[in-house]
């Protein structure tokens, strides 16, 4: 079983920034593909960007393109997104999720570990 646990959330000012950390429990993290995914109140769960198993490969979501960041680290089994220029409009619940093989991917279906999300909230 996977675990994984998100850090970094918090309340900032519009155009602030903020960077979100996700610690996976498995000692085959680099077998992953991992995914950051969010859900705002009353939306479905909306997906921000992923990275493939080696980081190599990254796909960001056209709402944050050029101001969120996801990177990884293998040797510390984590992932991270950073993100900068927010906007209020990004506040939601942010989600980490595994994908178990080297592509990255943008449907949540496809992905087989989830955490429990952190809350990001983006004041205007």
């Known amino acids: 079983q996977v675990q994984l646990v998100e850090s970094g959330g918090g309340l900032v000012q519009a155009g602030g920034s903020l960077r979100l950390s996700c610690a996976c429990s498995?000692?085959?993290?680099?077998?992953?593909?991992m995914g950051w995914f969010r859900q705002a109140p009353g939306k479905e769960r909306e997906f921000v960007a992923s990275?493939?198993?080696?980081?190599?490969?990254?796909y960001t979501a056209d709402s944050v393109q050029g101001r969120f960041t996801i990177y990884r680290d293998n040797a510390k089994n984590t992932v991270y997104l950073q993100m900068n220029s927010l906007k209020p409009e990004d506040t939601a619940v942010y989600y980490c999720?595994?994908?178990?093989?080297?592509?990255?991917?943008?449907?949540?279906?496809?992905?087989?570990?989830w955490g429990q999300g952190t809350q990001v909230t983006v004041s205007s």
């Open positions: 498995t000692r085959t993290f680099s077998s992953y593909a």
């Open positions: 990275i493939s198993w080696g980081g190599g490969s990254t």
């Open positions: 999720a595994a994908r178990y093989g080297s592509r990255w991917s943008r449907s949540p279906g496809e992905y087989d570990y």
